[in-house]
């Protein structure tokens, strides 16, 4: 099965040009090394509403697996798993609390992070950390499971 992926990138500062978004780039060079088709890319300010509807938006479109790097954190702008769980049909806790506990053997810190994975529409969305590298550890985390989830969420055959 092709995995169709959508990488949105939430940042007011790199959503205001202040700085080079390098998440988004780092997810896709990460989704490509995986052979995921990368259809859909956004960079949008902390805005529960626009996250909201760049996810629905990117599952119309085909994205089976949406990964959201950014907002994941404890800050007043960090919104992304609110936004998400107020879309979402199901959320999948394994996904959150796997990757805090591998991070947690890099870093302290990572017990601060809200990284989650839920599924909104017929997509498998992730939610990771918005620094590149430990957007893409998390997701190397739960790589694993990204088929058969999007699989599901798809509603299609599974083999297991």
Known sequence: MQIVCGIITVSDR???GDYKDLGGPALKEVAQKNCWQVLCEAVIPDDAARIQETIRSFSKQGCGLILV?????IGPRDVTPEAIRGIM???LPGFGEVMRAESMKITPNAILS???AAVVDDSLVIALPGKPSGAVECLGFVAGAIPHGVAVAQRQPTSC
């Open 14 to 16: 790199a959503s205001a």
């Open 69 to 73: 790097t950014g907002g994941t954190g």
């Open 89 to 91: 049909r199901v959320e």
């Open 114 to 116: 809200r990284n989650l």
